[in-house]
């Protein structure tokens, strides 16, 4: 859905890198998903923001990667120190409280 | 914990030939059932969702998908597909309440034949 935005579509980072994905939710959504889709998989529940607040990181790598979404501004994932297995595409979901999820197009990261 | 299951990886179909992608879930709750398509390179759209009442849901595109509480499955149906229906289709499930944590099957992929 378009009117999730998410940037860049895609990055091309080198190991070692950090990687910042932005997402801007759909006018009126306080909540934001983030899912991360390996090749050949289905989606992967990371992370699930409301503002200025983690609600369920359940699904985040203990190392390396981490989740905001500001009072103002987009909610951003950040991965630091990227490796190969890091390549997938991200994507961010809004929601507002207790309906359905809106998805974004994706921000597809390539590792070298 | 919850799962979701799609067993065909990838069909194939000839245009205007009928459609079902298979779906079947695990849930400890009352599940709330979506399928969701992409196109390549694109995001994902939903289709259609199910959480409570008839049990045959229609969606967008003329999709539709029956509940099956007894066999845990959600099917997607369509009864003449068109080209432009290649795509993958994920199935989902989530919880009734609450936060909005998904689980994705790993999808089909659907190819169309003239």
């Known amino acids: 859905n378009a009117d999730v935005m998410q940037n860049p579509r895609h990055l091309v980072r080198r190991r070692g890198q950090e990687a910042r994905l932005r997402c801007s939710p759909m006018?009126?959504?306080?909540?934001v998903y983030w899912y991360r889709q390996l090749p050949e998989e289905g989606l992967k529940f990371m992370v699930y923001?409301?503002?200025?607040?983690?609600?369920?990181e359940s699904g985040m790598p203990k190392e390396r990667f981490s989740a905001e979404f500001p009072k103002e501004g987009p909610s951003i994932l950040r991965i630091q120190q990227v490796v190969r297995g890091d390549s997938a595409a991200y994507f961010c979901?809004?929601?507002?409280?207790?309906?359905?999820?809106?998805f974004g197009e994706g921000s597809r990261l390539t590792v070298l | 914990a919850q799962s979701v299951t799609q067993p065909d990886i990838h069909i194939t179909v000839s245009e205007g030939a009928s459609l079902e992608l298979r779906c079947n879930y695990s849930?400890?709750?009352?599940?709330?059932l979506f399928w969701y398509v992409q196109s390549p390179g694109q995001g994902l759209q939903l289709l259609l969702k199910?959480?409570?009442?008839?049990?045959l849901v229609q969606g967008i595109k003329g999709f539709e998908a029956e509940f099956k509480r007894s066999q845990s499955s959600f099917n997607l149906r369509k009864p003449s597909v068109h080209w432009s229906d290649a795509a993958e289709y994920f199935c989902?499930?989530?919880?009734?309440?609450?936060?909005?944590?998904?689980?994705f099957g790993t999808g089909t992929r659907l190819t169309i034949i003239p």
């Open positions: 989902a499930v989530g919880p009734f309440f609450g936060n909005e944590k998904l689980t």
């Open positions: 199910y959480f409570s009442g008839d049990t």
């Open positions: 849930y400890g709750a009352t599940p709330y």
């Open positions: 979901a809004s929601s507002r409280e207790g309906l359905e999820l809106f």
């Open positions: 923001l409301q503002k200025e607040n983690i609600i369920d």
């Open positions: 006018k009126g959504h306080s909540h």
